[in-house]
C-alpha cells in the first residue's frame, strides 16, 4: 500500500545521501523538500518543496525554516518523514513526530566517531536513527549499512 513520504535534507551531502536511498521510496507518494531551489531539477518526477536554509548561528532563520517546516508539513499531512540532516530534517523530525508521523533519521556518513548534535537532538524525536557506522551502535541507533560507499 502507498505511503505519503516527505523526504528532506538540506543542501551538499545531506541532499546527495538523501537521493542515494530515493530508490527505496518506490511506490510511494513522494515529496522531497530542501533548500536550495536548483534541487528540484534532481527530483524532476516528485512534488519539491523550498524551505529557508538556517543553521544554529542564524536563530531569526530557524524560526523562518521551522515555520516553513511545520506549515508544509500540516499541509501534506505525511505517513513518514525521513531526513538525513541537518537542520531542516530535524525540524520536520520535531514536527512530524508531534502529529503522529512515523520518524526516520539517518544521521551522515561524515560522523565517523559520534553520533552529529542533530543526530543526538534527532534521538528524542525519531521513531528510528540509523547511523552509517556500525562503531556508533548503541541504545536506540541502528546500522544497516551505508547510504555512500
Given at each position: 500500500m502507498s505511503k505519503k513520504i516527505i523526504a528532506?535534507?538540506?543542501a551538499g551531502g545531506h541532499w546527495i545521501q538523501l537521493l542515494r536511498i530515493a530508490p527505496a521510496f518506490e511506490?510511494?507518494?513522494?515529496v522531497f523538500v530542501s533548500t536550495e531551489p536548483s534541487f528540484a531539477s534532481s527530483v524532476k518526477n516528485f512534488d519539491y518543496y523550498l524551505i529557508p536554509d538556517a543553521s544554529r548561528w542564524d536563530k531569526i532563520g530557524l524560526l523562518k525554516s521551522f515555520y516553513s517546516v511545520f506549515k508544509m508539513i500540516l499541509k501534506l499531512k505525511p505517513e513518514i518523514i525521513i531526513t538525513t540532516g541537518a537542520?531542516?530534517?530535524?525540524?520536520?523530525?520535531?514536527v512530524g513526530r508531534i502529529i503522529g508521523c512515523k520518524t526516520i533519521w539517518?544521521?551522515?556518513?561524515?560522523?565517523?566517531?559520534?553520533?552529529?548534535?542533530?543526530?543526538?537532538?534527532?534521538?528524542r524525536f525519531a521513531n528510528i536513527?540509523?547511523?552509517?557506522?556500525?562503531?556508533?551502535?548503541?541504545?536506540?541507533?541502528v546500522y544497516h549499512g551505508n547510504v555512500i560507499s
Open positions: 528532506i535534507a538540506s511506490n510511494n507518494e513522494v537542520a531542516p530534517g530535524l525540524m520536520a523530525i520535531i539517518i544521521d551522515s556518513i561524515a560522523n565517523v566517531d559520534k553520533i552529529s548534535m542533530s543526530g543526538k537532538i534527532a534521538l536513527v540509523y547511523t552509517q557506522w556500525p562503531e556508533l551502535v548503541k541504545g536506540k541507533i
